[in-house]
Nanobody, 124 residues
Framework: QVQLVESGGGLVHTGGSLRLSCAAS????????MGWFRQAPGKEREFVAGISRSGGSTYYEDSVKGRFTISRDNAKNMVYLQMNSLKPEDTAVYYC?????????????????WGQGTQVTVSS
């Protein structure tokens, strides 16, 4: 089973950009679909973006389409979330997640392993 560690969160102004990184341990990283979720204060955790095991397919929540890009580097056991044109409503704790054996996963229950989260704050 992989372990996940996120980094790259921080404070940014509206319209700014951040790149989140997720480092995965373990030798079977390419066997996992990967995803990013977020949880804002007082709200449930929600799906943001997902990527297939090979990286050939990606999926996005509607509100981030065209602004966020998920990618992975299986040689480095890394997943990234490039976030552009950030808005105050993007403020949340962002979590990296791994789904073993899944081709792709967009639902929380499809993921087996979670990182500790990284805070993203977008000021208006």
């Amino acid at each position: 089973q992989v372990q996940l560690v996120e980094s790259g969160g921080g404070l940014v102004h509206t319209g700014g950009s951040l790149r989140l990184s997720c480092a995965a341990s373990g030798r079977t990283f390419s066997g996992y679909a990967m995803g990013w979720f977020r949880q804002a204060p007082g709200k449930e955790r929600e799906f943001v973006a997902g990527i297939s095991r090979s990286g050939g397919s990606t999926y996005y929540e509607d509100s981030v389409k065209g602004r966020f890009t998920i990618s992975r580097d299986n040689a480095k056991n890394m997943v990234y979330l490039q976030m552009n044109s950030l808005k105050p409503e993007d403020t949340a704790v962002y979590y990296c997640a791994a789904g073993l054996g899944r081709l792709v996963a967009t639902r929380e229950y499809e993921y087996d392993t979670w990182g500790q989260g990284t805070q993203v704050t977008v000021s208006s």
